[in-house]
Every structure is written in C-alpha cells, then in structure tokens.
C-alpha cells in the first residue's frame, strides 16, 4: 500500500509554496499543484483527486459553504479523507452520498485541528463534501486517500499465511478486521504474535479453531508499539484462523511461528578463570528465527563456579565444572562449556631463618583449600626469570629447598647467599597442572659455612682465648661450649664476619669443647648455619 503522508508534511509543503500562508487576492499555482476554487453548489462541486499532496483550497470571504466531490475506486478500499483547519474560526465538514444521506458530519473544528473520515465506502460510487466556516474568510487542507483492502473479511475469505514468515498489514479503516488462517504442518508449539507498529489506539486479536470456530486465545489490549503473542501446542493437519483489529488505521505485523532451537553456541568452549573473578558467555541461537530464544542457564557444580540467568560466571573455587546454557522451548537442546576455576595468588611467603642450613633454604607460606599442590621458583638472575626448582604435593604449605637456577640451568644453592623465590599452587584436571598466579618475590637465603676452630687457649688468670677460620659471607658467629655430658650452651655472639677471636673468662674448671657457628642477617633475620669441628681444653679456675 501507499504511505500516506501527514497533513503537517502537506502543510510545509503549500507553505513554502505560497510564501507562508499569505493569503493572495487570487489563486496561484502551487509548487506541485493547482490550488482549487471549490463549487458553492452540489451541482457546481469541484472533483477531488487523490493527488500525494492533497487538496488545498483558498478562500478569501466568509461563504455559506464550499463544495466538492470524489468517486471511490472500483474495488474494494478503505477512503481516508483528512481536512484541516488552517486559519479560519470554527469549521464544519459533512459528508453525503448522491441521495443525500449524511454519512460524516464534524462542525468543532478550529485553527489548526484536523478530522478525519476513515470507512469503507461502496466501490465506484460518487460522494459530496461541503466545508464552512465561522465568520472569517481563510484557508483549510483536503487530502484524500484510497487503501485497498488486501486482507480477507471474513472467515471464508481468511488469507492463507506461509509458516515462519513475518507478515506486514494494515487496518485500513476504524471498521476493518482482517481475517488470516493457516495449517499447523506437525504437532508442537507454535507461535502467534501481533506487533502493533503503527495504530494510534489499541489493537485485538483473536485465535479460533476453523472447524468449530471454538476460541483459543484472544488479547485487546496491543498499544502502539506494545507485542501480543502467546505460544499453542497445536495438532498436525489442522486447520486455525484469527481476526485482527483496532480503533484507527494503522499497520502491524503479525507471524505464526513454528521453528523450534536447532542449535545454541556460546562464545567459548572452555575458560579459564581465577578464584573470585568473573566473566560472561553468550549464548547465539540457530535459527536467528526460532519462536523461543530464550535460555536457561547452570552449573553442574556451583562449588567450583555459579552462573546467573545472564551468562556471568563467578568462580568459587579451584577445579573443573561444566556450564550449561538449555533452550527453554522443549527442544532439550543443550550447550556446555568447560571452566576451570584456577588458585588464587599466595601471599605470607616467606623463609625460615630458623630451619635453614648453608646448603639449603626453607620456604613457607600460606596454604589455600581445593589445590592438589604448590611449585616453587627461584630467580635466575642471568635470565631475569623465575624457574621451577620444586613441587610439593597436598595441602602442603612449607619446603625444604637445595637448589636454584643459573643461566637457565638447576645448580646447588650455595653457603652464605640470598636467594629469592616465588610460589604457585595448581590444581590437576585430566592430568594437566593448571597454576594461579605466582606469589609476590620472597628473598631469603643459606646460613654461612661451618667454621673450624684452631685454637683454645686457658691462660693463668683464668680467661680462655679461642681463634677460627673465617668463614665467607658471614655477619658474625655464636661461640657455644659443650662440656663432658654433651649439654651444649651459648657463650656469646661476636659481631662482624672479619672477627675469627674471643677472649672471655668462665669462671668455672673442667674439661670443654668450643664450637663456633657463622650467622649472616638477611633483611634482619639471622640465619645461623652449623656448629664447626671444635678444640676441648682443661680450664682451670
């Protein structure tokens, strides 16, 4: 059908024609078509056409009324006749038929108000309009229009709709109802939606069994813009029709669907994510046209990961779970996707100051729930890189550490030295280790080498006097006596790696052996390495 255009679109078009609406003292030619003299008689009525523009007609004195005329097509239409008050005081419009029955009458319609007569009207016949106005001369708008009446209007009549396809009509006239049918091909769910996309008022439709005109379903209430639809379960081979209608003219678009979900793909098939984070799947459902897209989502274990109505994911734990988008129309069809929920970050890694040895670093840290274990990495400073040197298996949360990377290679830590290291845990899936994120750099290192004492000295006034070898990397030494059962006890703590002497009187007698031990501070904690090969001496008090 054509589209009509608006009275305002016929008003900005005859305004710039005629320079504003000045009112001229005798017609002129508009941009795109006469204006017309209308008749003052029945007898003297001017014909009307249906010009894109419409009508527009001049008048320059109060009259008792213009006349015109138009004949309606020779098929079946609705006639759309639109008048406008441009400027003038109250007006008045009627319509009559050729033996004089009044058909329309309006006589409240001031400047810049419209009315419009919209009915089916007999094919081929000849109408009569006549205008008036108050008592001021001006000018006022007619546009007329023909739609055809394309839709059945009656159940015998009902128009025959393909499946699957999205119809556009119109309601052509206040008193228009469209009569539609069709056969359900196989049994199942169907469709029936009625998208008002152009009615000034509200639309209806309603749903009937052919045969015994039996009602299944009906809505009145579809605004502009607004969607009425509901879906049926419906038997093969029979036979349904509906009537739709409305207040005004206006087009919709109604759809009898039956296309159930083929297939859904989500945006990823697998994803990995860490604990407490989130991400969001979407989900594309094939065919673009199935009735129902909508879906439903889960989890098959909502330990490891939730999943809201919405495709976002939030893991909860580590491990492995699928995620399932479900078509909601029946179909059972079904989409997964695999998440793996990964450790989070370790923090409290430090190292032990107190277990370590000069051939080893003992590392902590704080364990988390649901891991099969944890990796430790050593700074390769060659490389300027993290390398695995060790993996303890459990829930596991300390390990005793002998080596390092140089240079891309695993070599022996050595006595004396600072190390740093970084922690991960993993979880196993499949046979596969998948890791959270290292922890933050923990710097630790080896207690010094074991020095040997050379030599004990017990001197008359009583003092002893003990020397050592130095032992490289050392911050100080502790001096220890053991005596003849085996108690071991500390002397004292001699400050400064050069110093390899201490004198001191015990203030006892007997027979001792003294040892010494090499500490070094690494960020303030000391790490104190073996006790070396001593010297025993008779001590005389």
């Given at each position: 059908?054509?589209?009509?255009?608006?009275?305002?679109?016929?008003?900005?078009?005859?305004?710039?024609?005629?320079?504003?609406?000045?009112?001229?003292?005798?017609?002129?030619?508009?941009?795109?078509?006469?204006?017309?003299?209308?008749?003052?008689?029945?007898?003297?009525?001017?014909?009307?056409?249906?010009?894109?523009?419409?009508?527009?007609?001049?008048?320059?004195?109060?009259?008792?009324?213009?006349?015109?005329?138009?004949?309606?097509?020779?098929?079946?239409?609705?006639?759309?006749?639109?008048?406008?008050?441009?400027?003038?005081?109250?007006?008045?419009?009627?319509?009559?038929?050729?033996?004089?029955?009044?058909?329309?009458?309006?006589?409240?319609?001031?400047?810049?108000?419209?009315?419009?007569?919209?009915?089916?009207?007999?094919?081929?016949?000849?109408?009569?309009?006549?205008?008036?106005?108050?008592?001021?001369?001006?000018?006022?708008?007619?546009?007329?229009?023909?739609?055809?009446?394309?839709?059945?209007?009656?159940?015998?009549?009902?128009?025959?709709?393909?499946?699957?396809?999205?119809?556009?009509?119109?309601?052509?006239?206040?008193?228009?109802?469209?009569?539609?049918?069709?056969?359900?091909?196989?049994?199942?769910?169907?469709?029936?939606?009625?998208?008002n996309t152009g009615n000034g008022s509200r639309m209806y439709i309603y749903v009937y069994d052919y045969a015994t005109d039996q009602e299944l379903w009906y809505d009145d209430y579809v605004y502009n813009g607004e969607v009425g639809e509901r879906v049926f379960d419906l038997e093969a081979g029979h036979r349904y029709y509906f009537v739709i209608g409305g207040g005004s003219s206006g087009k919709y678009t109604i759809q009898v669907n039956?296309?159930?979900?083929?297939?859904?793909?989500?945006?990823?098939?697998?994803?990995?994510?860490?604990?407490?984070?989130?991400?969001?799947?979407?989900?594309?459902?094939?065919?673009?046209?199935?009735?129902?897209?909508?879906?439903?989502?889960?989890?098959?274990?909502?330990?490891?990961?939730?999943?809201?109505?919405?495709?976002?994911?939030?893991?909860?734990?580590?491990?492995?779970?699928?995620?399932?988008?479900?078509?909601?129309?029946?179909?059972?069809?079904?989409?997964?996707?695999?998440?793996?929920?990964?450790?989070?970050?370790?923090?409290?890694?430090?190292?032990?100051?107190?277990?370590?040895?000069?051939?080893?670093?003992?590392?902590?840290?704080?364990?988390?729930?649901?891991?099969?274990?944890?990796?430790?990495?050593?700074?390769?400073?060659?490389?300027?890189?993290?390398?695995?040197?060790?993996?303890?298996?459990?829930?596991?949360?300390?390990?005793?550490?002998?080596?390092?990377?140089?240079?891309?290679?695993?070599?022996?830590?050595?006595?004396?030295?600072?190390?740093?290291?970084?922690?991960?845990?993993?979880?196993?899936?499949?046979?596969?280790?998948?890791?959270?994120?290292?922890?933050?750099?923990?710097?630790?290192?080896?207690?010094?080498?074991?020095?040997?004492?050379?030599?004990?000295?017990?001197?008359?006034?009583?003092?002893?006097?003990?020397?050592?070898?130095?032992?490289?990397?050392?911050?100080?030494?502790?001096?220890?006596?053991?005596?003849?059962?085996?108690?071991?006890?500390?002397?004292?703590?001699?400050?400064?790696?050069?110093?390899?002497?201490?004198?001191?009187?015990?203030?006892?007698?007997?027979?001792?052996?003294?040892?010494?031990?090499?500490?070094?501070?690494?960020?303030?904690?000391?790490?104190?390495?073996?006790?070396?090969?001593?010297?025993?001496?008779?001590?005389?008090?």
């Amino acid at each position: 059908m054509k589209k009509r255009k608006g009275i305002i679109g016929c008003l900005l078009a005859i305004s710039l024609a005629i320079g504003g609406w000045t009112t001229p003292l005798t017609p002129v030619k508009a941009a795109t078509q006469d204006l017309i003299t209308p008749g003052s008689s029945k007898e003297t009525a001017q014909q009307l056409d249906t010009r894109e523009n419409g009508v527009y007609a001049l008048r320059t004195e109060s009259k008792d009324g213009d006349w015109y005329k138009f004949q309606t097509p020779t098929y079946a239409a609705y006639t759309i006749l639109t008048f406008r008050n441009n400027n003038m005081t109250r007006s008045e419009i009627n319509v009559w038929d050729a033996i004089d029955a009044q058909l329309y009458s309006d006589d409240y319609w001031y400047s810049n108000e419209d009315s419009t007569l919209n009915m089916k009207l007999i094919p081929n016949q000849v109408y009569y309009i006549r205008i008036s106005e108050g008592t001021t001369g001006g000018t006022y708008t007619i546009n007329l229009h023909f739609e055809a009446d394309a839709q059945g209007n009656t159940k015998e009549e009902a128009y025959e709709i393909p499946m699957n396809v999205e119809h556009t009509w119109s309601i052509d006239g206040n008193d228009d109802k469209d009569y539609a049918t069709f056969t359900a091909g196989k049994s199942g769910k169907y469709l029936i939606s009625l998208n008002n996309t152009g009615n000034g008022s509200r639309m209806y439709i309603y749903v009937y069994d052919y045969a015994t005109d039996q009602e299944l379903w009906y809505d009145d209430y579809v605004y502009n813009g607004e969607v009425g639809e509901r879906v049926f379960d419906l038997e093969a081979g029979h036979r349904y029709y509906f009537v739709i209608g409305g207040g005004s003219s206006g087009k919709y678009t109604i759809q009898v669907n039956n296309q159930t979900v083929e297939a859904i793909q989500l945006s990823e098939k697998s994803i990995k994510l860490a604990k407490g984070n989130n991400t969001t799947l979407a989900a594309q459902i094939a065919p673009s046209g199935a009735y129902n897209k909508n879906v439903t989502w889960g989890s098959n274990d909502s330990d490891i990961a939730t999943v809201d109505q919405n495709g976002t994911i939030v893991g909860k734990n580590p491990g492995s779970t699928l995620i399932t988008c479900s078509a909601q129309d029946g179909s059972n069809v079904v989409a997964s996707c695999k998440v793996i929920v990964l450790p989070e970050k370790i923090y409290d890694v430090y190292g032990d100051s107190y277990q370590a040895s000069s051939k080893s670093v003992y590392v902590k840290w704080s364990s988390q729930n649901n891991v099969d274990g944890y990796t430790i990495y050593a700074y390769d400073s060659s490389k300027k890189a993290y390398r695995a040197v060790k993996t303890v298996k459990n829930n596991v949360n300390y390990a005793k550490v002998t080596t390092t990377v140089s240079n891309g290679k695993s070599t022996k830590i050595a006595a004396g030295k600072v190390y740093k290291y970084k922690v991960a845990a993993y979880v196993t899936i499949d046979g596969q280790k998948y890791y959270g994120p290292m922890s933050d750099a923990m710097t630790s290192g080896t207690a010094p080498a074991a020095p040997v004492v050379k030599t004990v000295k017990n001197y008359r006034n009583g003092n002893v006097r003990i020397t050592w070898n130095k032992s490289a990397n050392a911050s100080g030494y502790v001096i220890y006596r053991v005596d003849n059962s085996g108690y071991v006890s500390q002397v004292d703590t001699v400050i400064g790696g050069k110093r390899t002497s201490y004198t001191y009187n015990p203030w006892l007698s007997g027979r001792y052996t003294y040892k010494v031990a090499a500490y070094r501070l690494i960020n303030g904690n000391k790490y104190v390495g073996e006790k070396g090969k001593g010297k025993a001496v008779n001590i005389k008090y």
